[in-house]
């Protein structure tokens, strides 16, 4: 008895591209980058496929939304090479991604609520203080050391600012162009230094750009908020973002589903 029945039914590409909006071409593309399990030829060298192909294109075009072209390409190479565990750390990294997005989000309108609170800028010169550049003045006399207030963090350099979120170097420079980040410039040897405001400043930059906005619409909007303060000027397209996120959450539910039903289906045909 043949162990698995999806194997007599036989579908053409068309078959397989029409109810998705696909070219045959598209189809044929995807078997050959792993996506799909190898077709079946007849005599002639036509491929035929089987519903385990259609189910296979089915689950990747549901892993697209949630995990992205290589990602979901990924897995269904894995899968399909039977390496189910690496299939499963592609999926994890796709959650953590998103759990970080989360994260930075939350630490975004946190960071926009203490301005619009009245907390001080760590980058803003207290009275007195010279910008730098300018001659240091004579101290003055000792006094009392005040208790401390906190730890302030320390400034960092563009180099561990661009690792901390995973963007080159050269696009800190693009943003600093763009007047979106505005490091000092040490006076002895010229690099650039960030404090915590132009940290915020690059979070915020940085999670605007995954959210998909443009440079030139990141702009103003940071301006606003270095002029006002407060969260008001970035809401909506936080708000927007949100959004987003809770649809890549169901994305990544949604793909699940159709993997688990597909690995499913493919232990079922050994």
């Known amino acids: 008895m043949e162990k698995n029945p999806q194997n007599r039914v036989r579908l ?8 998705h909006g696909l070219s045959t071409q598209a189809v044929r593309n995807y078997e050959e980058a792993g996506i799909l399990p190898a077709a079946a030829r007849t005599e002639s060298g036509y491929r035929t496929y089987s519903p385990l192909h259609a189910q296979a294109l089915d689950t990747f075009l549901a892993l697209l939304p949630g995990h992205g072209h290589p990602t979901a390409t990924g897995i269904m ?8 565990d690496e299939a ?29 609170s009245g907390v001080p800028e760590p980058g803003d010169s207290a009275p007195g203080t010279p910008h730098p550049g300018e001659p240091e003045p004579r101290p003055p006399a000792p006094a009392a050391p005040a208790p401390p207030e906190g730890p302030t963090p320390a400034p960092t350099f563009i180099g561990p600012l661009a690792g ?17 980040v505005r490091p000092r410039r040490d006076p002895l040897t010229g690099y650039r230094v960030y404090g915590e405001a132009e940290v915020r400043d690059a979070r915020l930059v940085h999670q605007l750009r995954r959210g998909g906005y443009l440079l030139e619409q990141i702009a103003p909007l ?3 908020v270095r002029a006002a303060g407060g969260l008001e000027p970035l809401e909506a397209a ?15 539910l949604t793909g699940s589903a159709k993997l688990d039903a597909y690995l499913g289906e493919r232990e079922r045909g050994r």
């Not at 936080?238 to 990544?252: K, P, Q, T």
């Open 238 to 252: 936080l708000g927007d973002w949100r959004s987003r996120l809770a649809g890549r959450g169901r994305a990544l």
């Open 88 to 116: 499963f750390r592609l999926i994890d990294e796709s959650h953590a991604q998103l759990l970080e997005d989360r994260r930075t989000l939350s630490a975004v309108e946190n960071a926009l609520r203490d301005l619009g």
């Open 164 to 180: 901390r979120l995973s963007v080159r170097p050269a696009t800190l420079r693009k943003w600093e162009a763009a007047g979106l």
């Open 12 to 19: 053409r590409p068309v078959d397989l591209a029409r109810p």
């Open 222 to 224: 940071v301006d606003r």
């Open 77 to 84: 190479r894995a899968v399909n090479r039977g390496a189910a």
